[in-house]
């Protein structure tokens, strides 16, 4: 078992952990045990990325990502349950290395600063995202190695104890709730993005617009954005986008001026014979 285990996480952390449980009689010591990517495995990973971009030296930059995109994905996605940070970093310089060479290679007589803006583009605060450019449409970009870590499920919950919000931020669906509703959810790591606290199992969740129709706005993800009821009914009154709150169905009443028939008040007929 541990040969087979040793093929994919690291050689210390297997005598680390025979450290601390078999020479001790399963005693702990107070030792950490860290599983890490096994180097083998990450020179492996490291030589398929290099491989494709070696036999995409002449193809446009988007053939280029759309075939790094699943390598590096699916390597990270299985990582992402041991501690692999070190390795991610490590990972991401080497292929920002191996980049420029490949940039370089096609234009010979550029600058450096030149292929850097080309190739480089500044996306969400990012300086550095390997990107195309165009104009009017999302850019294709270079997936990162992921360093979020694997998030173990809280306490005894389950899929089935009824706790939508949880599950819903966690696995981005719900079987119990709407997809746009378990999406947003999801994005947001279950927060308001207005008050910016936590949602709770009891909370009456709105979806919202951010830049309201009636200005512009277009039905569309990056446009929306779940909220609290209270929240939606104080952003919608500051935005003036009043219509499209939980209470649009209720009717108001014009004002009298207004109306050809005002109302007459009827007198008793007890009133009337004592007149």
């Not at 219509?243 to 050809?260: A, M, N, W």
């Amino acid at each position: 078992m541990c040969q087979e285990v040793s093929k994919h996480i690291s050689i210390s952390a297997i005598a680390l952990w025979r450290k601390t449980f078999w020479f001790t009689d399963k005693t702990l010591l107070g030792f950490n045990t860290i599983i890490t990517p096994n180097s083998i495995k990450l020179k492996g990973h490291y030589k398929k990325i290099v491989d494709t971009i070696n036999a995409h030296k002449s193809a446009p930059q988007a053939a280029l990502i759309r075939n790094l995109n699943p390598i590096i994905r699916g390597w990270a996605n299985y990582y992402s349950t041991v501690v692999s940070k070190s390795a991610y970093g490590q990972l991401d310089n080497l292929v920002y290395k191996k980049l420029r060479v490949w940039a370089s290679h096609r234009h010979r007589n550029k600058t450096v600063k030149w292929i850097a803006k080309k190739y480089w583009q500044s996306i969400s605060g990012d300086n550095w995202v390997f990107a195309t450019r165009q104009e009017g449409s999302n850019p294709m970009r270079l997936v990162k190695h992921s360093k979020v870590r694997h998030v173990k499920v809280v306490g005894d919950a389950s899929p089935y104890d009824g706790n939508l919000i949880y599950w819903s931020s966690r696995m981005g669906t719900h079987p119990e709730a709407t997809t746009r509703k378990t999406t947003l959810l999801k994005k947001q790591k279950g927060k308001c993005n207005h008050c910016k606290l936590y949602f709770r199992e009891e909370d009456v969740l709105e979806i919202d617009h951010i830049t309201p129709t009636m200005s512009g706005g277009k039905d569309e993800y990056k446009n929306l954005q779940i909220l609290h009821r209270h929240c939606h009914d104080t952003k919608t009154a500051d935005d003036g986008s009043v219509i499209g709150t939980h209470d649009k169905r209720r009717l108001i009443e014009e004002p009298d001026e207004v109306k050809v028939s005002r109302p007459v008040l009827k007198t008793s007929r007890s009133r009337e014979g004592a007149a």
